[in-house]
Each structure stands twice: as C-alpha cells, then as structure tokens.
C-alpha cells in the first residue's frame, strides 16, 4: 500500500500507534509555515516607512496612526482654534518629539505628528504643512511664514509602483532659520543654520549655512556671513 504516494515501508510505530514519516513531515511543514507565516522577519510597512524604504501607506497600523492624528487636528483646528492652554495640551500629544515651547496658528496639518522633532522656540504662522511620513529635524529658533509646506513623503517616478507604494526622505532645517511664506521644502533636503528662505521658494537641494536663498527651484544669492 501507498500512503500520499509514499509506500508502507516509512510507516513506524510511536507508543503503540502506527505512524506515517509522511504524515510527521506534512505536520511539521504545516508548523513550519505557521510560524514562518505568524511572526515573519520582514519588516512592517511602519518600519519601512521610517527606513525610508518603498512602503503601503494605508497599511492598518499606519493608517490608525494618521486616524489619531487627524482626531487631534480636528481638536486644534476647529475646536479651539486659538493657542489656549487646551491648544497646547492637543499640541503635546500631537507632536511628542518636540519641544513644549513651541507655536502653532492653526489651521495647521502634519500626518504623524511622532516624526516632528522641532526644537524649542519654533514658530508656524497659518496653513503650514508638513508631511512628516519620515523624521522631520527642526533646530531651534526656527520661523514658518504662512503657507509653509515641508514633505518627507515622495513617490516612485515609476507609474506602476506609484499606484501602490510610495517612500520618503528626511528634511532637516538648521536653528535660527526663517522660512517665508508659501515655501516648499522638497523630501531630502537639509538647510542649515542661521539660513533665511524666501517666499514662494522651492528648494530641491541642500542649502548651506548662513545663505539668503530665493527663487523655484531656490538658489543661494547671498551668504549672510557676509
């Protein structure tokens, strides 16, 4: 006789019962893939995320975060509106990561809230906007005119993985830097300190020290050293 194609010949005794060697590899294989299915060592998109690596952005975890977070906007945009002492309390929750000293005229939006890390003294007129999908880095003494939008988030320049899956890139803006109205600052960038942004500027590209930086995309056009 064959069992599962297999002849009799693997069969054995274990306690008195007869047993299939097959019947033990197909029991063990179908542990293995439990396990190998219930605890994975691949990342979660949440990790992929903050690694910067391709990631799906409305994975469950990801997305209750961006749930709670949009639960605490709605609380400051609407609900209080004014920088009250329950302003701050929403603000404190919002952004764990950043300095108790720091200002926000509402409206305002970020996605997170956990990937902010802005110093103390940090100053955002209304409508900014920051898209903090990755670690968002801002020194101390910073200044956003109206408008500001800074993005970790990007997408593949690839149609068919942008469908699907997008990736981000940290910013970091230096201390004592003043942000004008209505500037973009693009995933990647680095601006460092002591550094002033025009209006409207888009900057694509690092930006050194003590630079007056202006125009789309933004180009240095005078070092305040100077």
Request: charged share 20%; aromatic share 10%.
């Amino acid at each position: 006789m064959f069992f599962c194609g297999i002849p009799n010949i693997f069969r054995f005794r274990v306690g008195g019962t007869c047993v299939s060697a097959v019947a033990i590899i197909c029991k063990t294989a179908r542990i293995s893939y439990f396990y190998k299915t219930s605890t994975p060592n691949e990342m979660t998109e949440k990790e992929k995320m903050l690694a910067g690596e391709l990631y799906f952005a409305n994975d469950k975890e990801l997305s209750a975060d961006r749930l709670k977070a949009k639960r605490l906007l709605h609380k400051l945009n609407v609900t209080e509106y004014v920088m009250n002492g329950n302003a701050r309390n929403i603000l404190h929750q919002l952004l764990p990561n950043s300095h108790k000293h720091i200002y926000i005229e509402p409206p305002f939006h970020c996605d997170y809230g956990y990937n902010i890390e802005a110093g103390e003294n940090v100053y955002f007129n209304v409508n900014c906007v920051v898209l903090d999908t990755m670690k968002i880095k801002i020194g101390s003494n910073v200044f956003f005119g109206p408008g500001a939008q800074i993005y970790a988030a990007t997408h593949p320049l690839n149609a068919i993985e942008r469908r699907s899956t997008e990736f981000s890139k940290q910013v970091t803006i230096g201390d004592d830097c003043w942000i004008g109205g209505n500037a973009v600052i693009c995933p990647g960038v680095t601006i460092g300190n002591r550094c002033t942004i025009g209006a409207g500027a888009v900057v694509t590209k690092d930006i050194p020290d003590d630079s007056l930086a202006v125009g789309n995309p933004a180009k240095v056009i005078r070092d305040l050293k100077e």
